[in-house]
């Protein structure tokens, strides 16, 4: 199997694929996508993690975000909601070593219960009782 962080997949656009970009960013639909339309928000320069980005590359992520969320939502009318995450550091489940930002689309019913969301990467914390 083919190591994507040598040579790093992320920091040649091409390879990658490009669906939109800014100057500091672009916007790639992920290879193995979790739903239809889930897209990668990569910055163009080479940093591990979001915690690395200046606020002008958050700013160049975010209007990619946006760009992407509308045009998602005038091609598919089945999505109702959005996750967006970013993993940093292989505990967290980050493979390749190149920051990238996850816009997943969402659908009523795609899962039994969507309860907690992002928590569900520790599957135990995702469903739980609120405190009165």
Known sequence: MKDPNNP?????????GISHENELAYASYDTYPVSDYHCLIIPKRHIENYFELTNNEIIACNDLIKLVKDETLNHDESIKAFNIGTNIGKIAGQTIMHCHIHL????????????????SVI???????RKI
Do not use: A, M, T
């Not at 790093?8 to 990658?16: G, N, R, V, Y």
């Not at 599957?123 to 009782?129: D, F, G, L, S, V």
């Open 8 to 16: 790093c997949l992320f920091c040649d656009p091409k390879i990658s």
């Open 104 to 119: 997943i689309p969402r659908r009523l019913d795609d899962v039994e219960n969507p309860q907690g969301g992002v928590r």
């Open 123 to 129: 599957p135990q914390k995702q469903h739980y009782k």
